[in-house]
Nanobody, 121 residues
Framework: QVQLVESGVGLVQAGRSLRHSCAAS????????MSWYRQAPGKQRELVAT???????NYADSVKGRFTISRDNAKNTVYLEMNRLKPEDTAVYYC???????????????WGQGTLVTVSS
């Protein structure tokens, strides 16, 4: 029905930057909130950043000032700009979106496939 396809490089040295993107496709009427989550080895999945209907944003304290979430509503795409990366940012990063489907106008929460980001020291 709806797919989220992530893209981005997965290996970087500490202090460098990465930019990931996530595009929604399929029976999309409108994409509501879009978020990035991450899950480090042996840890629970945690919310990294949220774009709330493209109007406001929220960030985890651990990434405030370093990560930026943005979106292109015309392309149903969300981006995560990750700056000054640290080894503790190493995790699988997942895109998440709340999507209203056409033509039923039902709501569906969708996850991307996940992308491993490894930050070497």
């Amino acid at each position: 029905q709806v797919q989220l396809v992530e893209s981005g490089v997965g290996l970087v040295q500490a202090g460098r930057s990465l930019r990931h993107s996530c595009a929604a496709s399929g029976r999309v009427f409108v994409v509501n909130d879009m978020s990035w989550y991450r899950q480090a080895p042996g840890k629970q999945r945690e919310l990294v950043a949220t774009s709330i209907s493209g109007v406001s944003t929220n960030y985890a304290d651990s990434v405030k000032g370093r990560f930026t979430i943005s979106r292109d509503n015309a392309k149903n795409t969300v981006y995560l700009e990750m700056n000054r990366l640290k080894p503790e940012d190493t995790a699988v990063y997942y895109c998440n979106a709340g999507v209203t489907l056409r033509p039923s106008l039902t709501f569906l929460e969708v996850w991307g496939q996940g992308t491993l980001v490894t930050v070497s020291s």
